[in-house]
């Protein structure tokens, strides 16, 4: 099942080149991360089709088939379109799971793609299938970009009450952006503009039906959050806080700083805007980030979405109204547009320079270790066993919970450009696992076929799975070295916990240059796929076919390169050393003896912990007395042999002793720790 999950829609006048974007993290420590493939298909008359929970992963029922289907790969269709979603879940009484409707939020997303040449066809087929079959889910926020529009639909079931759903679909407005979280983000809404908003006819009169808003109240009122999906603390916390931090990145920090109470969960009336506009930020104000960690990095280059322009603060001057009616966004607009690079820097951010961030960088935080890690373990609530000394908390205490976080099961950031033929009008920029560490492959969403090892025999869903033998043998539980999703687990889990600050700067800059490549290579594609259809066609089997071979081609290469950056990082990071190449004598060419050596020498770095945590170690329980070594006395050579003993216990010659006080002194060395080995 789902775990929370982020998206951001980018409208195309926020667009660097006039696409749209959608941004997409599935987070879920249960789902394996993979491709999926629905192929352009022609049905018999009567044909059906079996729908299967994507979450629970059991069978739902059966549907009629449309006459014809679209081609689909990952998240996106032949046509340009593309989906994403996150969960809101909303009020208990409307789960509508074991409802015996047939409709859940998964398979909603792949009909409507088979379904639909556009982001308003998409929701028209959302809407019938839910009302004719029933839904099967709980509250759903689905983000959808067809290259012209991008649309927010908002969706929560009946419950027991009755079959089908109520929903509300925005537009966000040309220039502006939208992010969601896992919170309801529609409130007051414009009801006679269907150019911009689309609703059920049934979404207010439902709400007073059950007692969720009052039969007096004028429907032009009607809050859909409100009423469906009140803000709770976890929804601010841990949802809206990673959309309020999306928001600073792209309106900048003055017009976020306001709902920081709200992103706290501790003032849940101070609602924040439905989408925002760019602003241009100061190209020389200083980086937020404290140290230099992949995520570190894209805070520095997108805190600033930069222009070298002076900063245009958006203010309460500049709030300009939304088509929601209530819901207003934040700067007039005018800033500088978001390319699919900015997007993917979002995407791997992480509180980084906020009051948020948890690396114990701009305060100490035990929970960030050693290696100022921005990750907790889940859960995301816990409780300490001596309770709260402060009177104004609950005793409960909270994790935060990350825009880039270590769940996530697949990511992407997908353009669609219209301007070009339809096998390659979508492309997304797709991988397995953690957004903040993942290297991005292309797959255009005309593609035929799913690279080998980001494919999966057994599916999402079972109509998703590409034919034995054109997949890895692996799942969630069966590890292999040819599967996508595990080798990009390997990568980004070296980059957590400890050895987090040591990992990230060498993952980043592998990874960063890496990107680059990949995303000039899918650039020149494109220019020759549009040339090709020029002569050929624009849904040509030529076209088709060269651009099923680029994706399947591109990934490969990625896939054997990422193998090559885990053994790398890991030769880096073995046992709890830092080890890199020796900086001694070279080594020994063909019959060369003299001022060489026979193998590769490395220089072995003792990581340690900061003295911080040696401090914590020492003043923690009895550990002053367990730990603790005598004085050594220094007459007769006896504190020279015994820091000469340390150095030989540690193969060295000379060169100071492991990282930390010298023995019963209380001193810290500053000196290299870098010694040459025996």
Same mark, same amino acid.
């Given at each position: 099942?789902?775990?929370?999950?982020?998206?951001?829609?980018?409208?195309?006048?926020?667009?660097?080149?006039?696409?749209?974007?959608?941004?997409? =993290?599935?987070?879920?420590?249960?789902? +394996?991360?993979?491709?999926?493939?629905?192929?352009?298909?022609?049905?018999?008359?009567? /044909?059906?089709?079996?729908?299967?929970?994507?979450?629970?992963?059991?069978?739902?029922?059966?549907?009629?088939? &449309?006459?014809? !289907?679209?081609?689909?790969?990952?998240?996106?269709?032949?046509?340009?379109?593309?989906?994403? *979603?996150?969960?809101?879940?909303?009020?208990?009484?409307?789960?509508?799971?074991?409802?015996?409707?047939?409709?859940?939020?998964?398979?909603?997303?792949?009909?409507?793609?088979?379904?639909?040449?556009?982001?308003?066809?998409?929701?028209?087929?959302?809407?019938?299938?839910?009302?004719?079959?029933?839904?099967?889910?709980?509250?759903?926020?689905?983000?959808?970009?067809?290259?012209?529009?991008?649309?927010?639909?908002?969706?929560?079931?009946?419950?027991?009450?009755?079959?089908?759903?109520?929903?509300?679909?925005?537009?966000?407005?040309?220039?502006?952006?939208?992010?969601?979280? =896992?919170?309801?983000?529609?409130?007051?809404? #414009?009801?006679?503009?269907?150019?911009?908003?689309?609703?059920?006819?049934?979404?207010?009169?439902?709400?007073?039906?059950?007692?969720?808003?009052?039969?007096?109240?004028?429907?032009?009122?009607?809050?859909?959050?409100?009423?469906?999906?009140?803000?709770?603390?976890?929804?601010?916390?841990?949802?809206?806080?990673?959309?309020?931090?999306? +928001?600073?990145?792209?309106?900048?920090?003055?017009?976020?700083?306001?709902?920081?109470?709200?992103?706290?969960?501790? =003032?849940?009336?101070?609602?924040?805007?439905?989408?925002? +506009?760019?602003?241009?930020?100061?190209?020389?104000?200083?980086?937020?980030?404290?140290? &230099? !960690?992949?995520?570190?990095?894209?805070?520095?280059?997108?805190?600033? #979405?930069?222009?070298?322009?002076?900063?245009?603060?958006?203010?309460?001057?500049?709030?300009?109204?939304?088509?929601?009616?209530?819901?207003?966004?934040?700067?007039?607009?005018?800033?500088?547009?978001?390319?699919? *690079?900015?997007?993917?820097?979002?995407?791997?951010?992480?509180? *980084?320079?906020?009051?948020?961030?948890?690396?114990?960088?701009?305060?100490?935080?035990?929970?960030?270790?050693?290696?100022?890690?921005?990750?907790?373990?889940?859960?995301?609530?816990?409780?300490?066993?001596?309770?709260?000394?402060?009177?104004?908390?609950?005793?409960?205490?909270?994790?935060?919970?990350?825009?880039?976080?270590?769940?996530?099961?697949?990511?992407?950031?997908?353009?669609?450009?219209?301007?070009?033929?339809?096998?390659?009008?979508? #492309?997304?920029?797709?991988?397995?696992?953690?957004?903040?560490?993942?290297?991005?492959?292309?797959?255009?969403?005309?593609?035929?076929?799913?690279?080998?090892?980001?494919?999966?025999?057994?599916?999402?869903?079972?109509?998703?799975?590409?034919?034995?033998?054109?997949?890895?043998?692996?799942?969630?539980?069966?590890?292999?070295?040819?599967?996508?999703?595990?080798?990009?687990?390997?990568?980004? =889990?070296?980059?957590?916990?400890?050895?987090?600050?040591?990992?990230?700067? &060498?993952?980043?800059?592998?990874?960063?240059?890496?990107?680059?490549?990949?995303?000039?290579?899918?650039?020149?594609?494109?220019?020759?796929?549009?040339?090709?259809?020029?002569?050929?066609?624009?849904?040509?089997?030529?076209?088709?076919?060269?651009?099923?071979?680029?994706?399947?081609?591109?990934?490969?290469?990625?896939?054997?390169?990422?193998?090559?950056?885990?053994?790398?990082?890991?030769?880096?990071?073995?046992?709890?050393?830092?080890?890199?190449?020796?900086?001694?004598?070279?080594?020994? &060419?063909? /019959?060369?003896?003299?001022?060489?050596?026979?193998?590769?020498?490395?220089?072995?770095? *003792?990581?340690?912990?900061?003295?911080?945590?040696?401090?914590?170690?020492?003043?923690?329980?009895?550990?002053?007395?367990? +730990?603790?070594?005598?004085?050594?006395?220094?007459?007769?050579?006896?504190?020279?042999?015994?820091?000469?003993?340390?150095?030989?216990?540690?193969?060295?010659?000379?060169?100071?002793?492991?990282?930390?006080?010298?023995?019963?002194?209380?001193?810290?060395?500053?000196?290299?720790?870098?010694?040459?080995?025996?």
């Amino acid at each position: 099942m789902t775990m929370a999950c982020t998206n951001i829609l980018v409208s195309p006048g926020a667009s660097e080149d006039g696409s749209t974007l959608l941004a997409y =993290n599935a987070d879920s420590g249960a789902l +394996y991360g993979s491709l999926g493939h629905y192929p352009a298909a022609t049905h018999l008359p009567n /044909a059906t089709r079996d729908v299967w929970d994507w979450d629970d992963s059991v069978f739902l029922g059966t549907i009629p088939e &449309a006459a014809q !289907t679209l081609n689909v790969i990952g998240n996106a269709n032949e046509a340009g379109v593309v989906i994403g *979603e996150t969960t809101f879940g909303g009020l208990p009484s409307l789960d509508s799971r074991g409802s015996g409707g047939v409709m859940d939020y998964g398979s909603l997303i792949w009909i409507a793609l088979q379904r639909a040449r556009t982001c308003r066809a998409a929701i028209h087929v959302i809407d019938r299938l839910v009302q004719r079959h029933g839904y099967a889910s709980d509250g759903e926020s689905f983000s959808c970009v067809d290259g012209k529009e991008a649309w927010l639909m908002e969706l929560i079931g009946k419950g027991a009450h009755e079959k089908g759903a109520v929903w509300v679909a925005s537009k966000v407005p040309d220039g502006a952006i939208l992010a969601h979280a =896992n919170q309801a983000r529609t409130t007051t809404f #414009v009801r006679d503009d269907p150019d911009t908003v689309m609703f059920s006819p049934d979404v207010v009169s439902f709400a007073r039906k059950i007692g969720r808003y009052p039969a007096a109240a004028p429907d032009a009122a009607f809050d859909f959050s409100a009423a469906y999906d009140p803000v709770t603390f976890s929804g601010a916390r841990h949802g809206e806080a990673r959309v309020w931090d999306i +928001y600073r990145h792209v309106a900048g920090p003055e017009a976020m700083d306001k709902y920081i109470d709200y992103a706290r969960g501790f =003032n849940l009336t101070n609602r924040m805007p439905l989408f925002v +506009y760019p602003v241009v930020a100061d190209a020389a104000a200083p980086a937020a980030a404290a140290s &230099a !960690t992949v995520a570190a990095a894209a805070a520095a280059t997108t805190v600033a #979405v930069t222009a070298a322009a002076a900063p245009a603060t958006a203010t309460d001057a500049s709030v300009a109204a939304s088509a929601g009616g209530g819901n207003v966004a934040a700067s007039a607009g005018g800033g500088k547009k978001l390319s699919v *690079e900015d997007v993917m820097r979002i995407m791997r951010t992480r509180f *980084e320079g906020t009051w948020f961030d948890t690396r114990g960088v701009s305060r100490a935080d035990v929970g960030a270790g050693s290696g100022h890690s921005a990750y907790r373990w889940r859960p995301l609530i816990w409780h300490a066993s001596t309770g709260s000394a402060d009177s104004a908390t609950s005793g409960e205490f909270v994790n935060e919970r990350t825009v880039a976080t270590q769940q996530t099961a697949w990511n992407f950031v997908a353009a669609s450009r219209p301007w070009l033929p339809g096998p390659i009008a979508a #492309v997304q920029w797709w991988a397995p696992d953690d957004s903040a560490t993942s290297l991005r492959v292309p797959i255009y969403g005309g593609a035929t076929k799913v690279p080998y090892h980001f494919a999966d025999a057994t599916g999402q869903v079972p109509a998703a799975a590409v034919k034995p033998g054109e997949a890895p043998t692996a799942d969630a539980l069966t590890p292999s070295m040819d599967s996508a999703f595990w080798i990009w687990n390997l990568v980004s =889990n070296l980059a957590y916990g400890d050895r987090a600050d040591v990992v990230s700067k &060498a993952l980043e800059a592998k990874l960063l240059p890496m990107q680059e490549r990949l995303m000039a290579a899918a650039a020149a594609e494109d220019a020759a796929v549009a040339a090709l259809a020029m002569t050929d066609g624009a849904s040509s089997p030529a076209v088709v076919a060269r651009a099923t071979a680029f994706c399947e081609l591109t990934a490969d290469g990625a896939f054997h390169a990422w193998q090559t950056v885990f053994l790398e990082l890991f030769a880096l990071t073995r046992d709890g050393f830092t080890i890199t190449r020796g900086t001694h004598k070279p080594q020994c &060419a063909g /019959a060369q003896k003299d001022g060489c050596t026979a193998r590769n020498i490395p220089d072995v770095m *003792e990581q340690g912990y900061e003295q911080s945590w040696y401090d914590r170690v020492a003043t923690d329980g009895d550990n002053a007395q367990r +730990y603790g070594a005598p004085p050594t006395a220094d007459d007769n050579g006896g504190r020279g042999y015994e820091m000469h003993k340390r150095l030989r216990m540690n193969k060295k010659r000379r060169g100071p002793p492991p990282r930390g006080p010298p023995l019963g002194t209380g001193a810290t060395s500053t000196a290299s720790i870098s010694a040459s080995t025996q």
